[in-house]
């Protein structure tokens, strides 16, 4: 039996609401072949810990990666570990954000230069840099292979790095299956500019998009950025049609599964100083389409998924067995068994906190520790109830419910199921104590 191909294609800070015809009409063409997943989550809204959940199947605080600038542990092998030995070729393309270490008495930093091979997740081929965003802007910057040869690129960066997937395409060996990861930087801000960089000649063009309700009642910057926000993902989506052109002309589309999600959302500074970092619908429901294998016949699937869910199901995509390790759902599997349905989705935050929450299908329950950020721990013994959202009456998340008398018995119900969802990822039961005060937003 011929091996399947595998292209999981990754954008950076992508809110789930922008995937429409507007904007994004290759990726909803490729939804109407596959499965939409109107209600997915990411499991940790931080770039390098998405990041390193995906590589590894376990949870941030499981790995190790709980914040930004730690690297991918040894002891965990990677995606490309497995599908190495399952006798596929790898590639990594684009933004790793695995390599260099913040933490004390490691110090490799390689946020600019060339990544040292042992750190690259056993990738056999790699066209990229460790921090995209620190070797490039908008347009033109510069990446390195996989031998740490610096390779500049002109042009926006979204098309350059897709160009490098195209050329894998071209000059990979046509006897074994691939699985190539291309992990754009876009539509994520530009951090030494403090702006989103859209691709120039369609900015204009979405200048009257209309804002997110989510957005719209709160204090941010999405007035001002959220044009280039949009023109970055529909120039993303422009590539995304180069790459399916690609594989057409190649003669293997059909034997091709492509998977589009983002690590995580954009809330525009409406809820805490920066982009995300927070429990909110805007942070952390991110789009997931997946066309091929049984991922078929343009439904829409609307029951919960995690960011976590991926590493088993690209394994289960290609035929490897899951480790036992692995904290996600199979969701090739979980489609035809209503057992594994999810009935939560549990996030853990970093940075701006150190916070933990869940998602059900109609609420999202937020604790968080007494620090002012997260930076001070990544890990509590005792947490304050933060936020409480009822979804159902109000999706757009305007009303804190967590001292409302009226949900005390759904807080302690979310209670319940949050300890449960921490202790399943090998965190030890904290106490759980009432909000000290009423929180914002």
Same mark, same amino acid.
């Given at each position: ?15 789930? #609401? ?45 790995? $190790? ?93 979204? #098309?350059? /790095? ?35 960089? $859209? ?14 309700? #989510? ?20 120039? /993303? ?27 995580? $959302? ?21 789009? @997931? ?25 690209? @394994?289960?995509?290609a035929g490897i067995p899951i480790p036992n390790s692995y904290m996600g759902v199979d969701l090739a599997r979980q489609r035809d068994n209503t057992e594994n349905k999810r009935d939560c989705v549990f996030i853990q935050i970093s940075e701006a906190s150190n916070s933990r929450a869940i ?34 009456? #109000? ?37 759980? @104590?009432?909000?000290v005060t009423t929180r914002r937003k």
């Open positions: 039996m011929k091996q399947t191909n595998i292209i999981f294609y990754f954008t950076d800070q992508q809110r789930w #609401d922008t995937v429409n015809e507007a904007v994004m009409p290759n990726v909803c063409s490729l939804a109407e072949e596959g499965v939409w997943f109107e209600n997915n989550f990411t499991c940790q809204p931080v770039c390098g810990p998405a990041r390193a959940c995906l590589q590894t199947g376990v949870y941030a605080t499981q790995c $190790g990666c709980y914040w930004n600038g730690i690297a991918l542990p040894n002891d965990r092998p990677s995606l490309a570990h497995y599908f190495n030995n399952a006798g596929y070729q790898t590639a990594y393309i684009g933004k790793w954000h695995l390599a260099s270490d913040r933490l004390p008495n490691i110090g490799l930093h390689c946020e600019k230069t060339a990544i040292p091979k042992d750190r690259l997740g056993e990738y056999q081929y790699f066209r990229g840099a460790d921090v995209l965003e620190f070797t490039s802007h908008g347009y033109d910057g510069y990446v390195f292979d996989e031998n740490g040869n610096r390779l500049d690129f002109k042009g926006y960066r979204a #098309d350059c /790095i897709n160009d490098y997937a195209l050329e894998y395409l071209d000059n990979y060996d046509r006897s074994k299956p691939f699985f190539m990861f291309v992990s754009q930087l876009e539509p994520h801000h530009q951090n030494d500019r403090h702006t989103y960089e $859209g691709y120039k000649p369609t900015i204009e063009k979405f200048k009257d998009y209309p804002i997110p309700p #989510d957005l719209s009642f709160l204090q941010g910057d999405y007035n001002e950025m959220y044009p280039d926000y949009i023109s970055a993902i529909n120039r /993303i989506d422009y590539n995304i049609g180069k790459l399916v052109n690609k594989l057409k002309e190649l003669d293997i589309y059909d034997n091709t599964v492509i998977v589009f999600t983002s690590d995580h $959302g954009s809330h525009f500074k409406t809820r805490n100083p920066e982009y995300k970092r927070s429990c909110h619908e805007s942070s952390t429901h991110t789009p @997931l389409i997946i066309k091929g294998g049984v991922f078929n016949g343009g439904k829409r699937e609307k029951r919960l998924s995690s960011l976590i869910d991926l590493p088993p199901t690209l @394994l289960s995509l998602r059900t299908e109609r609420y999202k329950y937020e604790v968080r520790d007494a620090a002012l950020t997260g930076y001070a721990h990544h890990k509590s013994r005792v947490y304050f109830e933060n936020y409480l959202y009822d979804l159902e009456k #109000d999706p757009n998340e305007k009303n804190n419910l967590i001292k409302n008398s009226k949900y005390s018995s759904v807080r302690r119900e979310m209670k319940k199921i949050l300890l449960e969802q921490m202790e399943l990822a090998q965190e030890k039961k904290p106490v759980i @104590l009432p909000a």
